[in-house]
């Protein structure tokens, strides 16, 4: 083998020996093989905001059926559909915030009339009694110590209507059985 070759040898050895090396690394600490512990406020954090995600999740899957009178005479059943929940905890640089989370629920409202309450109630909901698609989002941040609601929006697609935006105070989702449960305790 000629010195040219066996440079170049030498170098792609080299080459693939920094690319394990690198394969290696943990990509949090930095070392080589070595595992970078999570700071314990991160998860303590973290199973703060998965306890309030549970809680939204099983105040939604609470939610019952109602039957109502309307303004028309008739009798109107609502129900809900199983709400999607989804959750994202970010890190931010603000000592003051130290994270921030959101919440996204995503379920379908269907309703359907009746002229007495017995039949609106006996009405057994479908696909076809959908009335709208919403998305609720609530933003919450943490302080240091606590989950803090910060601010809320539902989005609503009701065919063939354009789609509406309506932002959510506190008020709004404390008074709603359903969501009353996605604000921090």
């Known amino acids: ?23 290696a690394c943990d990509r949090v600490g930095g070392g080589l093989g070595s595992q970078a512990a999570v700071p314990a406020v991160a998860s303590t954090t973290e199973a703060d905001f998965d306890t309030l995600v549970a809680a939204c999740t099983q105040s939604l ?16 059943q609502t129900g809900y559909s199983p709400a999607q929940v989804q959750r994202e905890v970010t890190r931010t640089e603000s000592p003051i915030t130290p994270y921030v989370g959101k919440i996204v629920v995503k379920d379908n409202v269907a309703q359907a009339s009746a002229g007495s309450q017995a039949q609106a109630a006996a009405i057994t909901l479908t696909p076809a009694h959908l009335r709208s698609n919403r998305t609720h989002t609530f933003v919450y941040s943490f302080d240091g110590q606590r989950w803090r609601w910060n601010n809320g929006v539902r989005l609503t697609k009701t065919p063939p209507h354009n789609d509406e935006t309506t932002p959510l105070a506190l008020a709004d989702v404390a008074a709603d059985k359903g969501l009353a449960g996605c604000l921090p305790r």
Do not use: F, I, K, S
Not at 1 to 20: E, H, I, P, Y
């Open 61 to 76: 899957a609470g939610r019952e059926r109602t039957v109502q009178p309307d303004n028309e005479g008739q009798w109107t």
């Open 1 to 23: 083998m000629t010195d040219r070759r066996l440079q170049r040898a030498a170098r792609c050895v080299a080459v693939v020996a920094a690319g394990v090396a690198l394969a």
